[in-house]
């Protein structure tokens, strides 16, 4: 049964790839199926035809190239054609996060990506910390605060990761403060326990609230360029409004240069877009930051 499952999955796959191809290259032909996906030539065309019945109309053979061609009527049917996901697959591939061979793109434009500093998360911590999201487990962690010259031992239950784009941190109660933290992972050096946990993520409040952050255009800036600001995010009649969790709320002021009203210090043409409803989020920052 699962053999039957696997195969049926694996299909799909395969016809979703001969949309994609497509959609994002206008064609393909029976070796892009076989050399991606090490099916036999019966295969594939078994694998076209059947596409053809689920989206008739989509292609039409080019006999003189030995191709199939995207018709002007091309509709997609199996994929939800998306930028951000055809653009992730170069950012993963210039990570070495995958291989050429694991991608549908074909050719793979010319690129490149401006990497920051890179952080190495050791698997044996992610592995320990997801287990105690997973199962409800207190562990015992070393960890090396700014705060602190040495690195400490602590007991931790996390219930949540994070990403503020730049590190991933571990969302736990904190035993030896008890209250709710941030822990960054690479700053976990060791674990050498674990114990049932008996911290609730319900009461972790920052986690579980959300705030709404406004933002717009630098005033000072030209109308023409106030537009160009609007196209790069997204906005709508000078504005566009996030929902983000107010234990990540510090991360994205940082960012964004919007602690201690920044976006007053730096030139315009620099800092770009400035928060609209500093007074609201501001309820929300750590005191100390304020």
Excluded at 18 to 46: C, T
Excluded at 132 to 155: C, D, F, H, M
Excluded at 199 to 205: A, I, Q, T, V, Y
């Amino acid at each position: 049964m699962a053999n039957v499952k696997k195969s049926r999955w694996g299909v799909e796959r395969r016809l979703e790839f001969i949309e994609f191809r497509l959609y994002w290259e206008g064609h393909f032909n029976r070796a892009d199926l076989v050399n991606h996906f090490g099916v036999s030539i019966p295969q594939a065309s078994a694998d076209i035809a059947q596409y053809q019945q689920k989206a008739p109309g989509n292609t039409e053979y080019n006999k003189k190239e030995k191709t199939y061609l995207k018709t002007p009527d091309f509709k997609p049917v199996l994929i939800k054609p998306s930028a951000d996901l055809y653009l992730s697959q170069l950012s993963s591939l210039s990570n070495g996060l995958i291989q050429e061979e694991e991608v549908y793109i074909e050719p793979i434009p010319k690129f490149d990506i401006l990497h920051g500093f890179q952080q190495s998360v050791n698997s044996e911590i992610l592995r320990t910390v997801l287990n105690g999201i997973n199962n409800n487990k207190a562990i015992e962690v070393e960890y090396q605060s700014l705060s602190n010259p040495k690195p400490t031992w602590r007991w931790i239950s996390p219930h949540a990761i994070a990403s503020d784009q730049f590190r991933w941190h571990a969302r736990a109660f904190c035993h030896n403060r008890f209250e709710f933290r941030d822990f960054v992972l690479t700053r976990i050096l060791n674990i050498r326990g674990e114990n049932p946990s008996y911290s609730n993520p319900e009461d972790d409040e920052s986690w579980n609230t959300y705030v709404t952050v406004k933002i717009g255009p630098h005033p000072k800036l030209s109308a023409k360029q106030r537009k160009v600001i609007e196209l790069d995010y997204g906005m709508k009649k000078g504005k566009t409004e996030l929902s983000i969790r107010e234990s990540l709320l510090f991360y994205f002021m940082q960012q964004h240069g919007f602690l201690e009203d920044d976006e007053k210090k730096r030139e315009p043409i620099i800092q770009q877009i400035v928060l609209l409803n500093r007074e609201e989020v501001q309820k929300h920052l750590p005191k100390k930051l304020i």
